[in-house]
């Protein structure tokens, strides 16, 4: 769990995802879109860190997104956010993006 805090506090976006997850793809390309560039940190070959996630109540345990060392939630809450427009706030209150 320390190493995913860690990961997660080093850069204001953060994505944990896996290669073949559609919903992880949809959210790297949506942060990208917004203007962000996200740490990504694939799970693939990792059980252990895709454990440490859900243990820090990452459910389901990808896409995991972090902004501002902060978990933000899953591609649902992502989307949600982004939908009522909170979503470029936080980005832009972590540094991620300027504008």
């Known amino acids: 769990m ?4 860690d ?11 896996k290669s073949s997850c559609c919903m992880c793809h949809s959210i790297k390309a949506l942060f990208y879109d917004l203007g962000a560039s996200p740490a990504i940190h694939e799970v693939d070959h990792d059980a252990d860190m895709e454990w440490a996630l859900r243990r820090l109540g990452c459910n389901p345990a990808v896409p995991a997104v972090f902004v501002g060392g902060k978990y933000i939630g899953s591609a649902k809450d992502v989307i949600s956010l982004h939908v009522d427009g909170s979503l470029k706030q936080k ?3 972590a540094r991620a993006i300027w504008f």
Do not use: Q
């Open 2 to 5: 320390d190493r995913v805090k």
């Open 7 to 17: 990961l997660a506090s080093k850069k204001a976006a953060v994505i944990f995802t």
């Open 91 to 93: 980005l832009i209150e």
